[in-house]
């Protein structure tokens, strides 16, 4: 395997291999599309998402190799065929990020009322759409000139190179993926799916007994285990320390501080998620903000590069003569794109003209940012930028929670998509693919993945009434709209353990990111302050057994070094696939009658 830290030699890049054929569009908008339901499906669940452009690619070289074996395809599937079949599966398996599993979430939990299904496709269509032009001007800058990392990038890359090698095992990872996937829907469907022609079905959950606490059983603070693999197997891919973290924030919640606010009569005595997490996610939403925005002001120094790198790019120019996407693409498309975007905003959400056009503008500086991050340290801090513009929109727009909520929407998924066609076009430049290809690929996938993504949420999430319990938990919304209603209410309008909850979650995020950063040795015995803020805002239930596969995975890491690096990220990813395509397909034959809601 060659080295990843290598660029290619100077030369042209490859256009007289097949790249964007009409199989690798096709293919790539259904692997796509299909695993953005995956992370629509585990996002709602979880709050955490996952990337599927290595999956893809190890699924699309097994479905070819056997469609060769057999003589139905004739044309060999090559390694910049399958390098465009990934921009477009990549596009299209990141749709939830155009606000589907966080603002739009957030917004139905505030005002009730659920978006309408054109107007959401339309709405995170144009999202993607712009951030896949903002892009633009930074590809050559970031990676060829200063030769980023985009770590991700450089990994897919690395495994189409060892997949199509003569003699790789790809074919045997996409049948681990095809046969645990197949393992995932069959264990769901005996669960979840229910019908007076189903004789039986495996229990949901797994009690710890018969304890108690404060009187009330275990169950009642979401404190179990569930029978399903989906969690586990998203446990095995998060990592120990994120694993360890959420468990530990989880305990502290829902055993410590949730009975004693509970003995307060702070919470709703009928107890479940909804109502311990009505209270809890004040701390959990004070340490993700904090803990992100310390965090990013940290990289003040990536900034800074981010924007005089860009600026140069600006004044160098770009004919495309080259090779490259032109810059003339970027002003076409920034033309076309932003006034649909601001158009959007004033159209669904009432948002004021001059407040769209900011945010358009402040979505471009957040992608150059959001995109040098990514390229760095392999994170692209959606988050935190969102934050930001969360901050700024209470300061423009005080008391409206859905501006707060739309326009960090847009900045956020702009910044997003941006830095999505970025990674996949580091891996491009390492096999010395055609990147106005893999731009076009991106179209395809965005357009895949809207069409995958918003009639799933709407079979899932059919009311606002459907989020926020323990089917649904949504954490990601949970902490958008915490914002969004602290800006828009005021801190004063909360319950005074609340205000206290706000303030030691706050401080405490901060005192986290400080000690990892001057202490970076001890990083992974410190609590990753994401992961223990999401343990505040998710189920107990879901922490327990994300841990419990955090744990299968390091054991396996451990005993088995070779057998993980090969097969453990391709099961884990088949089981979470699995449960997901049929937890969505048992909500659809439920809404049709033929299963029982």
């Given at each position: 395997m060659s080295d990843p830290l290598t660029p290619p030699p100077p030369g042209p890049v490859a256009t007289t291999f097949r790249q964007l054929t009409a199989r690798a569009v096709v293919t790539g908008m259904l692997l796509g599309g299909i695993m953005s339901l995956s992370n629509l499906y585990i996002?709602?669940?979880?709050?955490?998402s996952f990337g599927v452009t290595i999956?893809?690619?190890?699924?699309?070289?097994?479905?070819?190799?056997?469609?060769?074996?057999?003589?139905?395809?004739?044309?060999?599937?090559?390694?910049?065929?399958?390098?465009?079949?990934?921009?477009?599966?990549?596009?299209?398996?990141?749709?939830?990020?155009?606000?589907?599993?966080?603002?739009?979430?957030?917004?139905?939990?505030?005002?009730?009322?659920?978006?309408?299904?054109?107007?959401?496709?339309?709405?995170?269509?144009?999202?993607?759409?712009?951030?896949?032009?903002?892009?633009?001007?930074?590809?050559?800058?970031?990676?060829?000139?200063?030769?980023?990392?985009?770590?991700?990038?450089?990994?897919?890359?690395?495994?189409?190179?060892?997949?199509?090698?003569?003699?790789?095992?790809?074919?045997?990872?996409?049948?681990?993926?095809?046969?645990?996937?197949?393992?995932?829907?069959?264990?769901?469907?005996?669960?979840?799916?229910?019908?007076?022609?189903?004789?039986?079905?495996?229990?949901?959950?797994?009690?710890?007994?018969?304890?108690?606490?404060?009187?009330?059983?275990?169950?009642?603070?979401?404190?179990?285990?569930e029978t399903s693999p989906l969690m586990t197997a998203a446990g095995a891919i998060m990592g120990f320390r994120a694993a360890l973290s959420m468990l530990g924030g989880a305990l502290?919640?829902?055993?410590?501080?949730?009975?004693?606010?509970f003995d307060q009569g702070v919470i709703n005595p009928k107890l479940g998620y909804k109502n311990i997490v009505a209270w809890s996610v004040w701390f959990g939403s004070a340490m993700i903000l904090t803990s992100g925005l310390l965090s990013f002001a940290f990289q003040w120094r990536?900034?800074?590069?981010?924007?005089?790198?860009?600026f140069t790019a600006f004044k160098g120019g770009n004919s495309g003569a080259d090779g490259e996407v032109p810059m003339s693409w970027f002003f076409i498309g920034a033309l076309l794109c932003a006034p649909v975007v601001v158009f959007l905003e004033w159209w669904i959400f009432d948002i004021k003209i001059w407040m769209g056009v900011i945010s358009v503008l402040l979505s471009f500086f957040i992608a150059?940012?959001?995109?040098?991050?990514?390229?760095?340290?392999?994170?692209?801090?959606?988050?935190?930028?969102?934050?930001?513009t969360q901050i700024t929109y209470g300061i423009l727009d005080p008391g409206n929670a859905v501006t707060n909520l739309m326009t960090a929407?847009?900045?956020?998924?702009?910044?997003?998509h941006a830095a999505d066609l970025l990674t996949d076009l580091k891996s491009g430049y390492l096999l010395k693919a055609d990147p106005r290809q893999q731009f076009w690929a991106q179209f395809f996938g965005v357009v895949a993945g809207s069409l995958f993504v918003v009639p799933a949420f709407r079979i899932l999430v059919p009311t606002a009434d459907a989020l926020g319990g323990e089917k649904w938990p949504a954490p990601g919304a949970q902490t958008w709209k915490g914002v969004a209603l602290m800006m828009s209410q005021g801190v004063e309008a909360l319950h005074p353990t609340a205000r206290i909850a706000l303030l030691v979650g706050g401080v405490?995020?901060?005192?986290?990111?400080?000690?990892?950063?001057?202490?970076?040795?001890?990083?992974?015995?410190?609590?990753?302050?994401?992961g223990f803020g999401l343990g505040f805002t998710t189920p107990a239930y879901n922490s327990m057994n994300m841990f419990v596969g955090a744990l299968i995975a390091l054991w396996l890491e451990k005993s088995r070094p070779k057998l993980a690096e090969e097969s453990l990220v391709p099961a884990a990813s088949g089981i979470v696939a699995g449960c997901s395509l049929m937890g969505v397909l048992i909500a659809a034959l439920s809404m049709a009658g033929i299963l029982e809601g």
């Open positions: 996002s709602l669940k979880s709050g955490w999956t893809a690619g190890i699924l699309a070289f097994g479905i070819f190799t056997a469609l060769q074996k057999l003589r139905i395809v004739r044309e060999h599937f090559g390694v910049l065929e399958n390098n465009a079949m990934q921009s477009v599966a990549s596009a299209a398996g990141y749709m939830t990020g155009g606000g589907t599993v966080a603002a739009i979430p957030a917004m139905m939990m505030i005002t009730g009322e659920p978006m309408e299904g054109f107007r959401m496709f339309l709405w995170i269509s144009a999202i993607a759409f712009l951030g896949v032009i903002m892009a633009i001007p930074m590809k050559q800058q970031m990676i060829n000139v200063e030769q980023l990392r985009f770590p991700s990038g450089i990994a897919a890359a690395e495994t189409l190179k060892a997949l199509h090698a003569e003699g790789s095992g790809g074919a045997a990872q996409a049948r681990l993926l095809f046969w645990t996937a197949s393992i995932g829907a069959a264990m769901n469907f005996l669960i979840e799916a229910k019908a007076k022609w189903i004789p039986v079905n495996l229990p949901d959950k797994l009690t710890l007994g018969s304890l108690t606490l404060r009187g009330r059983p275990l169950t009642d603070w979401t404190v179990y285990f502290v919640c829902f055993l410590l501080v949730a009975p004693e606010m990536t900034v800074a590069r981010a924007m005089s790198s860009v150059i940012v959001a995109s040098r991050a990514t390229g760095e340290t392999d994170t692209t801090p959606t988050g935190a930028l969102g934050k930001i929407n847009v900045t956020g998924g702009v910044g997003l405490l995020g901060i005192v986290l990111v400080l000690l990892e950063r001057f202490f970076p040795k001890l990083k992974p015995f410190i609590p990753s302050p994401t």
